[in-house]
């Protein structure tokens, strides 16, 4: 099979091997037509039309996209629906008995919820937010680990057309006020505290510090994780009093306009402010339910797991909206894949006989290093199809993922996405296209990409540049598509194009290889941070003079985060390390914290005073340093080299 875009070219005369999928898996595919992307383009906007049908709507749309080649766009102006209506309710007369949540707790504790149990519980707990005043539009905060009430709350907001604001359970109050400021969200539920890595997190208390530290007053609805009996004060509510105080109701759907907002979740952007990205009901419920199943190739008889943390854009959308508008079973993991043994992913995936696996690089690059001995001892032939999403995957970790745990066999597709686009919007089709390890793939049927360079031009083939999409998509977010501000889009000439911060080349194929952010975001281990909000964290300490973080090459995580710290006259190492690392927990989370921290008395400039932050990852990643002569102080150079601990 070739590349599929009609040219005829094979693809075997392009320098990377193309690996066909398996006959087996065309046969059963969801989306198997080669000319599914020649019936896109001729049909645009109108192919979209296929993923609206994907959902049930209560009004239907006057016509599938409106707009001219600028902002504002809109996608299926007209239609209203509600997304927990169609991510549950309608599914009852056909499967209520089937799981929706199978969930995974670090003991090896489960629970499970079919979709009329967990329709009760929605409707439970969005009876209970009701009566505590929220309504359609407000936002309401939650920050919860990975247990199955989180997505219950998220789909309980919904279905009250209330907007969500899930800040990940690993972030610290300051980030959680932050959010919670900003939104201006009056309600905010969370949990008592969790274990994580053996150790338990005071989830509480910092929901407390951060309720306390915003402008708005905030009412807490706790759930009881550790069984502490936590005392609730004033404006505190038990989630298990309430649920029950509510069991048994049933709330109507609230119909919502496509273009209204469903989530609202922040992301790191290129300045120092997390930035709120706010997406819609209808145009990214469409694009996530259409790539689960071109993509992912999800059935509803499937159990599909994707092991990110529902915290982040991987999780809303391929975990809880995508999967569960297609009806299928979707397994939730709180744990980490090396307790009790690190065997557990794969204990998991034979227990529950997995059929679809989407995960980061980062881990599929730990499990390599674990060796192939975990995987052996289970049985894997269940799994049908593997994915990675959140960063580049080096062919090597593909093969290997490709062979030790798909068989040799399953089709592995790389998927290149970001909390902006809501979905999928690169990545082989795995019942149609050949994969070539290493790159992601063509733009999806409907999608159009290019790789140009600073003029805007397009670069020649296998050149690097910045990549840009240059068509509208219906998942895109709400300021990209009213044209607010125009954020990261801009027009070149005529045309209008969103520049998602990566760097990229073209293949003669078409294929997409994805280099990484060309903006001051890093993503370790498939989590996206930014350099500048870990810089004003540590620069914030007593005693530092100037800090600049940047990303250096590693095993596992992909990217690790090396900070250059200089400190002022009279501070040391000793005085700094221990505040550096616990102003970036205050500030961030755990999660944040550098890999390593080098104290140095200056940071490389050039005479200006700007640091020069290539001859930092040059030094930080152990490369030549190439040309140092803008540099005001060379002789530092030197010094950063023997200060870097070796890798
Ligand atoms: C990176 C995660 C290479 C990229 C869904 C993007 C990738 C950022 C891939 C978004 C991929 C995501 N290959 N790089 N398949 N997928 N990225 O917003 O740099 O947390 O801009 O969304 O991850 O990170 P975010």
């Known amino acids: 099979m070739t590349g599929g875009d009609g040219s005829g070219r094979d693809t075997a005369l392009d320098e990377r091997p193309a690996i066909d999928p398996p006959e087996w898996f065309v046969e059963q595919a969801n989306v198997a037509d080669p000319s599914v992307y020649e019936t896109f383009e001729r049909e645009w906007p109108d192919c979209w ?25 809109e996608w299926f102006p007209g239609g209203r629906l509600n997304a927990a209506y169609n991510c549950i309710d309608r599914h009852l007369p056909e499967r209520k008995n089937q799981l929706a949540l199978i969930w995974e707790g670090h003991l090896g504790e489960s629970r499970t919820y079919t979709y009329r149990e967990l ?15 929220v309504s359609e539009d407000d936002v309401v905060t939650v920050y919860l680990p990975m247990v199955p009430e989180l997505p219950v709350v998220m789909l309980a907001c919904v279905r009250l057309g209330v907007v969500h604001n899930v800040v990940f359970a690993g972030f610290s109050a300051d980030a959680l006020a932050e959010r919670m400021e900003r939104t201006g969200s009056e309600m905010l539920v969370t949990c008592d505290g969790y274990y994580r890595r053996g150790s338990a997190v005071a989830q509480k208390n910092k929901a407390d510090n951060a309720r306390i530290a915003v402008e708005q007053d905030v009412s807490v609805v706790v759930l009881d994780i550790l069984s502490r009996d936590v005392h609730l004060g004033d404006g505190y509510y038990d989630y298990d009093e309430l649920r029950a105080a509510h069991d048994g109701e049933t709330v109507a759907p609230v119909s919502r306009d496509a273009s209204d907002t469903l989530f609202r979740i922040y992301t790191s952007g290129t300045t120092g402010e997390p930035k709120a990205v706010d997406h819609t009901t209808g145009g990214y419920l469409a694009h996530v339910a259409w790539t689960s199943q071109s993509v992912l190739d999800i059935k509803p008889e499937d159990t599909y797991w994707c092991s990110a943390d ?36 794969w204990e998991i995936v034979d227990r529950y006989a997995v059929d679809v696996f989407y995960t980061a690089p980062t881990a599929v690059r730990t499990f390599m290093k674990w060796g192939e001995e975990y995987p052996e001892r289970h049985d894997l032939s269940s799994l049908r199809l593997l994915g990675t999403v959140g960063e580049p995957i080096d062919e090597r970790a593909w093969r290997w993922y490709r062979e030790h745990i798909g068989g040799g066999e399953c089709p592995v597709v790389d998927t290149w996405w970001q909390t902006e686009t809501g979905a999928i919007l690169v990545s082989t089709l795995p019942g149609v296209d050949a994969m070539k390890p290493g790159a992601a793939g063509r733009p999806l049927p409907g999608i159009e990409t290019s790789v140009v360079d600073p003029a805007g031009e397009a670069v020649d083939v296998d050149e690097a540049g910045e990549l840009v999409v240059t068509r509208p998509w219906p998942g895109m977010p709400s300021d990209l598509r009213t044209g607010e501000g125009w954020g990261a889009a801009a027009t070149c000439g005529d045309e209008w194009r969103y520049y998602p911060e990566d760097g990229a080349s073209v293949d003669v194929d078409g294929y997409v290889t994805v280099l990484g952010r060309v903006d001051d975001a890093i993503n370790v281990a498939g989590r996206r941070f930014s350099t500048m909000e870990l810089e004003s964290a540590i620069t914030g300490v007593e005693g530092v003079a100037e800090a600049a973080v940047v990303g250096a090459s590693h095993e596992t995580a992909g990217t690790a985060l090396y900070a250059y710290v200089s400190p002022e006259g009279g501070y040391t190492e000793a005085d700094l390390r221990g505040r550096i690392e616990s102003a970036v927990e205050d500030a961030i989370g755990g999660v944040a914290t550098p890999e390593t921290v080098v104290f140095t008395p200056d940071l490389p400039k050039t005479r200006s005073g700007k640091v020069m932050r290539r001859l930092l990852t040059a030094v ?28």
């Not at 039309?49 to 766009?73: I, K, N, Q, S």
């Open 49 to 73: 039309d296929r993923a609206a049908d994907l959902l049930d709507w209560t009004d239907p749309y006057d016509e599938v996209f409106r707009g001219g080649d600028v902002p504002p766009f």
């Open 119 to 133: 329709h009760r519980e929605v409707n439970a707990v969005a009876a209970a937010l009701r009566e505590k005043g």
């Open 310 to 345: 529902i915290g982040w854009i991987t999780g809303h959308s391929y975990i809880v909206y995508g999967p569960l508008a297609l009806g299928t079973t979707a397994v939730l993991y709180n744990g980490t894949p090396d307790h009790p043994e690190k065997d557990r992913v």
């Open 620 to 647: 930080a990643n152990d490369e030549e340093l190439g040309d140092t002569s803008a540099l005001r102080n060379p002789e530092i150079l030197g010094e950063l080299q023997s200060a870097t601990p070796d890798r």
